[in-house]
Nanobody, 130 residues
Framework: QVQLAESGGGSVQAGGSVRLSCVAS????????MAWFLQGPGKEREVVAS??????????DDSVTGRFTISIPQDDLKNTAYLQMNSLKPDDTAMYYC?????????????????????WGQGTQVTVSS
């Protein structure tokens, strides 16, 4: 099994920055794709960014390109995924979820669908005020 724990959310003013962290524990071989999804009030969960931990190929949704980046630390553990969020807007307000799965690199950055992920964190709230 894989457990995911997000952190780093909070309240920030428009134009500010936040870095979310997702730490994975459990069996590393069961996940090689980590992703961030957001879910706004009354909306469906949408992918924001994803990264394949072996190849480091990544995907960032067009809606946040240039403002958000996904990364993993340069170590052998490959158990943490960061989402750096800059130039935040009130529309970025949402619950952000980390997800993980073992999947082909191409599917990881296709972009991936939420239904493809086996493991989910509890989510961390990001609130951007104007």
């Amino acid at each position: 099994q894989v457990q995911l724990a997000e952190s780093g959310g909070g309240s920030v003013q428009a134009g500010g920055s936040v870095r979310l962290s997702c730490v994975a524990s459990g069996y590393t071989y069961m996940r090689n794709c980590m992703a961030w999804f957001l879910q706004g009030p009354g909306k469906e969960r949408e992918v924001v960014a994803s990264i394949h931990t072996n190849t480091e190929r990544s995907y960032v949704d067009d809606s946040v390109t240039g403002r958000f980046t996904i990364s993993i630390p340069q170590d052998d553990l490959k158990n943490t995924a960061y989402l750096q969020m800059n130039s935040l807007k009130p529309d970025d307000t949402a619950m952000y979820y980390c997800a993980a799965v073992r999947i082909h690199p191409g599917r990881c950055t296709a972009p991936p669908r939420g239904s493809e992920f086996d493991y989910w964190g509890q989510g961390t709230q990001v609130t951007v005020s104007s």
